[in-house]
Antibody, heavy 118, light 111 residues
Framework: EVQLVDSGGGLVQPGGSLRLSCAASGFTFSRYWMGWVRQAPGKGLEWVANINEHGDEEQYVDSVKGRFTISRDNAKNSLYLQVNSLRAEDTAVYYCARDSISRAYESWGQGTLVIVSS | DIVLTQTPLSSPVTLGQPASISCRSS???????????LSWLQQRPGQPLRLLIYKISNRFSGVPDRFSGSGAGTDFTLKISRVEADDVGVYYCMQATHSKTFGQGTKLEIK
């Protein structure tokens, strides 16, 4: 069974940083593109970033470029999102998701909440 | 940037009746490779997000055949042939032809 477990969220001050993690199991992690999607409270979904199987190709939504970094460790079956220079508008539940050859997110984590507030 | 506009934003439906959600793109979603990367997801309260449909009309594993997708180019539709209580939630279209974008979501509720 495919499982994605998100962690690392919390309360952080504006300008602060966090490292979000996603632990994957139940599939061959190194064969899949992976991504992060976020959802602000009471709002819809917003794609944040994607990374290829090998970790050498990254894609970002414009609003996080230069502040967020997606990475992975295939030996540890783990996906990461380093979030820096956080702003109030980054407050959201962050979900990791497994991408597919059909470019659809087939499996999702339960999400981890990031609150940016002073 | 691609904008996906879903209608309606809220859809009260009677149990056993059909439901339909539209997703319109600001640009064609046909990729240069001929594929159209338009998918539909379901978000139910307390449940993980769930992929329903990929590449316009392909049902994902385990998705009941009550759910169907159709469309082409810029106009797409998700249909539920007979709504069940378990279908209550928010439905999103997502395009992955030009980067990735989600529609704003359609809340399905029972009358």
């Amino acid at each position: 069974e495919v499982q994605l477990v998100d962690s690392g969220g919390g309360l952080v001050q504006p300008g602060g940083s966090l490292r979000l993690s996603c632990a994957a199991s139940g599939f061959t992690f190194s064969r899949y593109w992976m991504g992060w999607v976020r959802q602000a409270p009471g709002k819809g979904l917003e794609w944040v970033a994607n990374i290829n199987e090998h970790g050498d190709e990254e894609q970002y939504v414009d609003s996080v470029k230069g502040r967020f970094t997606i990475s992975r460790d295939n030996a540890k079956n783990s996906l990461y999102l380093q979030v820096n220079s956080l702003r109030a508008e980054d407050t959201a539940v962050y979900y990791c998701a497994r991408d597919s050859i059909s470019r659809a997110y087939e499996s999702w984590g339960q999400g981890t909440l990031v609150i940016v507030s002073s | 940037d691609i904008v996906l506009t879903q209608t309606p934003l809220s859809s009260p439906v009677t149990l056993g009746q059909p439901a339909s959600i539209s997703c319109r793109s600001s640009q064609s979603l046909v990729h240069s490779n001929g594929n159209t990367y338009l998918s539909w997801l379901q978000q139910r309260p307390g449940q993980p997000l769930r992929l329903l449909i990929y590449k316009i009309s392909n049902r994902f594993s385990g998705v009941p055949d009550r759910f169907s997708g159709s469309g082409a180019g810029t106009d797409f539709t998700l249909k539920i042939s007979r709504v069940e209580a378990d279908d209550v939630g928010v439905y999103y279209c997502m395009q992955a032809t030009h980067s990735k974008t989600f529609g704003q979501g359609t809340k399905l509720e029972i009358k």
